[in-house]
């Protein structure tokens, strides 16, 4: 399986290189180029204990690699994770959701098939609906599947975490975003 993780930060490349590490081919998207430059170069822009050799040895293995250039990224994979920041908006408190929609803006134009799109950010409840008709609006030719799998990982802890969590939540409304897993239920 191959996946692209929009945004390098704390959750995506958390997620992104531990997904690797299960053996999954992971693109990461960073946008910022200071970091790009320094995760290319191998350097953990974050403080996560044991991060830095499950990023080495998955970039060793080819199952890692970063880049800013998201069509090429997203050109031959089985789904897109979005996971860019959304900081508290100043005034009224509620999660600033333009990172996520232009993410999803940028997946929908260079998407070359039909895609499955997984928002991994912390959203609130409608962000999957309006993630789903910027996709149809902006791509009327292609069929998104829209899943939603937040991630509840503490700094410091985030590897154990991810890898052993309490609990996963996905979130779907059609058997496209769902990898099969009703079927099978
Ligand atoms: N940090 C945590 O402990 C934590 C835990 C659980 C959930 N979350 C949630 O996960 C989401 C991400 O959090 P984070 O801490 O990783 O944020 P972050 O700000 O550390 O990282 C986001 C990254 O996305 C990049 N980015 C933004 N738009 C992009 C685009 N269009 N293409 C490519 N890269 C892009 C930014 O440059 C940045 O590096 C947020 O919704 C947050 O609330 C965070």
């Known amino acids: 399986m191959r996946i692209a993780m929009i945004g390098g930060g704390y959750v995506g490349l958390v997620s992104g290189a531990c ?11 960073e946008a910022d180029h200071d970091k790009l430059a320094a995760l290319k170069a191998g350097s953990i822009p974050i403080y996560e204990p ?20 998201l ?3 997203i050109d031959d994979v089985d789904a897109v994770f ?14 600033d959701l333009t990172y996520v929609y232009e993410a999803t ?10 895609l499955l799109v997984v928002t991994k950010s912390t959203v609130p409840v409608g962000t999957g609906r309006e993630v789903a008709r910027i ?6 030719d292609l069929s998104f599947g829209v899943a939603s799998n937040p991630e509840f ?9 991810f890898m052993r969590p309490d ?14 897993a009703q079927a099978r239920a």
Do not use: C, M, W, Y
């Open 19 to 29: 997904f690797a590490e299960f053996g999954t081919e992971v693109v990461i998207v």
């Open 71 to 73: 069509a090429s990224a």
């Open 135 to 140: 996709l149809r609006e902006e791509r009327p």
């Open 153 to 161: 990982l503490r700094e410091g802890n985030a590897i154990g975490d």
């Open 105 to 114: 803006r940028q997946i929908a134009r260079h998407a070359r098939k039909n």
């Open 82 to 95: 979005i996971a860019v920041g959304t900081p508290t908006r100043r005034g009224d408190g509620h999660a």
């Open 167 to 180: 609990r996963v939540i996905i979130g779907i409304d059609d058997t496209a975003a769902d990898g099969g």
């Open 50 to 69: 044991g991060l830095d050799k499950i990023v080495s040895t998955n970039v060793t293995a080819g199952r890692l690699s970063f880049t800013d250039a």
